[in-house]
């Protein structure tokens, strides 16, 4: 009987929940690969760029992709974050680290976020990461005397989807 009672209730519960106008959908806008530097970023000598990977299990794994022509992978540290509404995740910073946490909004522009640093209570600079695993390839070297640039940023495995815009 009192299984029965909880079933009842569990289900009135859903159906009240289903028909609620306060109720927002979860998205994921967050989910995946995200690269600090975009693709056909074009650099002189050993370069270097972050990977964000925000999971779905609330971490985020942040690589170090370096050296061009071989894109050694390292991972550099793990962080936690969480949902704060529909369009903002907090990022939880380690004991001792100079940031408090990091405020992280969808961009300005399609497939990119935008990361606020909160030092002291205070945002602390702002950069931007854009969706999609980005590695580089090193480019044939320049004429003798003329300096330019070695590597370039591409897509690792394929590019993100296409925006809805």
Do not use: F, H
């Given at each position: 009987m009192?299984?029965?009672?909880?079933?009842?209730l569990l289900v009135l519960a859903i159906a009240a929940v289903g028909c609620s106008t306060e109720v927002t959908e979860s998205t994921d806008w967050m989910l995946g690969a995200f690269s600090s530097r975009n693709v056909k970023d074009r650099?002189?000598?050993l370069s270097a760029l972050g990977q964000y990977h925000f999971r779905e299990d609330g971490t985020l794994a942040l690589l170090a992709i370096t050296n061009?022509?071989?894109?050694?992978?390292?991972?550099?540290?793990?962080?936690t974050w969480s949902r704060a509404?529909?369009?903002l995740v907090l990022v939880d910073m380690p004991e001792g680290a100079i940031h408090e946490e990091w405020r992280v909004t969808l961009?300005?522009?399609c497939n990119t976020m935008?990361?606020?640093?909160?030092?002291d209570g205070e945002v602390r600079g702002t950069f931007t990461l854009w969706r999609g695993a980005v590695c580089m390839k090193e480019l044939p070297p320049c004429e003798e005397g003329y300096e330019c640039e070695t590597c370039?940023?591409?897509?690792?495995?394929?590019p993100p989807p296409p925006c809805d815009e």
């Open positions: 009192l299984v029965s009672k909880a079933r009842g650099t002189t000598g061009c022509a071989e894109n050694r992978e390292k991972l550099m540290e793990e962080y509404g529909n369009s961009g300005e522009t935008q990361v606020n640093p909160i030092q370039e940023t591409t897509w690792c495995d394929e």
